[in-house]
């Protein structure tokens, strides 16, 4: 039968488009309308700004393009920035069970390769997203139950990227495993839970987990020697054995607001709250959110920037009853220093409720409790995060309403209509690199 790993390893090298099961198909085009319209609408925030710098001084070449601006660099510098971009605003998609986001760590490097090697067909790109998805989350799973720590999605998201890549730039069988490798060995293996409780643009290391995906498949081309993937330390074989009959990324979640996937339940119920009850936020004396312990870690000051906006569970709250959403409007600058948001926020407070911690993390509910002027108590009752498996997941036409919000500001209307139109048909591309060149600003 051969090892874990090879037959990971098979897994990378002979999934093809027609053997995959139609909903596995239309799974990777919203996936990649999602991911995508993440990745466009983050190039706009600050860590972008200053990755895009960085990559550009220090990353330099004409390998690849950085996404929006239109840029060339090297693929590892491309991977690098769009890798930043694609959670830089947390509204990327999410699997539950490895608490972090398969697609942005997916995406980045198979646009990076796909570049280098010279384009590839639009069902080519599409199935090395499938395996790109199927591999880092069954990282991710293997990654939590081997670690005591909990790690970014950096640290397993390179291991599948570099998979993902060495794929399309035709590697072999030894390539792939050196590949994967040399990923898992210089993966960022970041200490999530401390960069929750002092948020920074480091995020969960995805940019970083990108860039060496690139390097470790360009390592591995040129006979570059990695270690044994761990595939197979998987608990169990079950685990790996399982791909090609148990799709794990139909089981992702989708984010309707730009914040941490622990405060999204809070702001559902905020938002319920104001919707049943025509709540005018002038009546608001105060709020309180019961929830699971980790998110109550989430800081509740005032945000100095969009990561502490992000990883707040009182600003995204607050927002949502003020704005009626949360989104990049809210998160950037000037929304985010707003007098009248920043008084509301003072009034959020958050506390464990034990019988949501014993849910956590294959749930993550909250409760939100208004108190008003006049003496009035309004609760949403427990709540969880809108658009979760198996029972709540977006429609594709809320998928799309969701990437035109975040996509029309930046490239404009008519580009958002094209790469909506190209990418519910993405199968039927013959250049993949379409993408590096719709999603620019036009000039």
């Known amino acids: ?209 990108c860039m060496v995906a690139v390097l470790a498949a360009r390592l591995a081309r040129d006979g570059f020697t990695g270690i044994g993937p761990l595939f197979d330390d998987a608990p169990d074989a079950a685990l790996v054995y399982s791909l090609e009959s148990d799709w794990e990324m139909l089981n992702l979640y989708f984010k309707p607001y730009a914040t941490c996937r622990w405060g999204q339940p809070a702001v559902a119920g905020a938002l319920k709250i104001i919707r049943e009850n025509q709540l005018t936020p002038d009546r608001i004396q105060r709020i309180r959110v019961r929830t699971f312990e980790a998110a109550t870690r989430l800081p509740n000051g005032h945000p100095r920037d969009t990561e502490e906006a992000q990883y707040s569970l009182a600003f995204p709250v607050a927002a949502a009853l003020l704005d009626g959403a949360v989104g990049p409007a809210q998160v950037l600058p000037p929304r985010l220093h707003d007098p009248e948001l920043l008084s509301l926020l003072d009034r959020v407070s958050t506390e464990e409720a034990p019988e949501f911690e014993a849910e956590f993390p294959a749930k993550a509910p909250a409760e939100v409790v208004v108190e008003t002027t006049d003496g009035q108590i309004f609760h949403s009752g427990r709540i969880e995060a809108l658009w979760e498996p198996p029972d709540t997941l977006p429609t594709d036409s809320e998928l799309e309403s969701k990437f035109r919000w975040l996509v029309a500001p930046v490239l404009g209307l008519d580009r958002c209509r094209e790469l909506v139109s190209t990418l519910w048909h993405f199968e039927k591309q013959s250049d993949a690199r379409i993408l590096t060149r719709i999603c620019q600003k036009a000039r």
């Open 1 to 209: 039968m051969g090892s874990l790993t090879d037959h990971a390893i098979d897994f990378t090298l002979n999934s093809r488009w027609e053997k995959l099961p139609a909903e596995v198909q239309h799974q990777a085009k919203r996936c990649l309308l999602d991911t995508l319209g993440a990745l466009i609408a983050g190039s706009q925030t600050p860590v972008a700004h200053i990755i895009r710098k960085t990559a550009r001084e220090q990353f330099g070449g004409d390998q690849a393009t950085i996404l929006v601006s239109g840029e060339r660099v090297s693929a590892a510098g491309a991977a690098l920035a769009n890798g930043f971009f694609g959670n830089a605003l947390d509204i990327d998609d999410g699997y539950r069970n490895i608490k972090g986001h398969p697609g942005a760590c997916a995406l980045p490097p198979v646009l990076a390769a796909a570049e280098l090697a010279g384009g590839c067909s639009g069902q080519a790109f599409l199935t090395t997203l499938v395996v790109a998805y199927e591999l880092g989350i069954r990282a991710g799973v293997i990654r939590h139950r081997t670690y005591d720590v909990y790690h970014s999605s950096g640290s397993w998201g390179a291991i599948a990227g570099a998979a993902a890549a060495g794929r399309l730039l035709g590697f072999n069988a030894q390539q792939i495993l050196h590949a994967m490798g040399a990923a898992e060995y210089h993966a960022p293996i970041a200490p999530m839970m401390k960069g929750i409780d002092t948020p920074s643009m480091g995020k969960d290391s995805i940019g970083w987990g």
